[in-house]
Nanobody
Framework: QVQLVESGGGLVQAGASLRLSCAASERSLGPYTIGWFRQAPGKEREFVAVIRWIGGTTYYADSVKGRFSISRNNTKNTVYLQMNSLIPEDTAVYFC????????????????WGQGTQVTVSS
């Protein structure tokens, strides 16, 4: 059982930056892919970014490519989502999740989810 805890959300103005953190309880995240997803009010949960723990390969949704960056700290068992040039459309609850399916962007393939952290971007 992998437990994930997100932090770092908040209220910012358009153009600002935030860094989200996802701390995992699992001692070794080697087999896992960690993904960030977001859900805006009245919308489906959507893929944002993903990183394979081994190798560090990353993938991004087109809507965030060039603005967001996902990374990991092996020592701290933590995954980060650096969000720059935020726009109001980025407003959502952001979730991190863990999957044994390598590199998947399909949310149904993720077995473990955090509780989410709210990001609000004002115009």
């Amino acid at each position: 059982q992998v437990q994930l805890v997100e932090s770092g959300g908040g209220l910012v103005q358009a153009g600002a930056s935030l860094r989200l953190s996802c701390a995992a309880s699992e001692r070794s995240l080697g087999p896992y892919t960690i993904g960030w997803f977001r859900q805006a009010p009245g919308k489906e949960r959507e893929f944002v970014a993903v990183i394979r723990w081994i190798g560090g390969t990353t993938y991004y949704a087109d809507s965030v490519k060039g603005r967001f960056s996902i990374s990991r700290n092996n020592t701290k068992n933590t995954v980060y989502l650096q969000m720059n040039s935020l726009i109001p459309e980025d407003t959502a609850v952001y979730f991190c999740a863990a999957s044994l399916a390598s590199g998947t962007t399909w949310k149904e393939a993720y077995d473990y989810w955090g509780q989410g952290t709210q990001v609000t971007v004002s115009s």
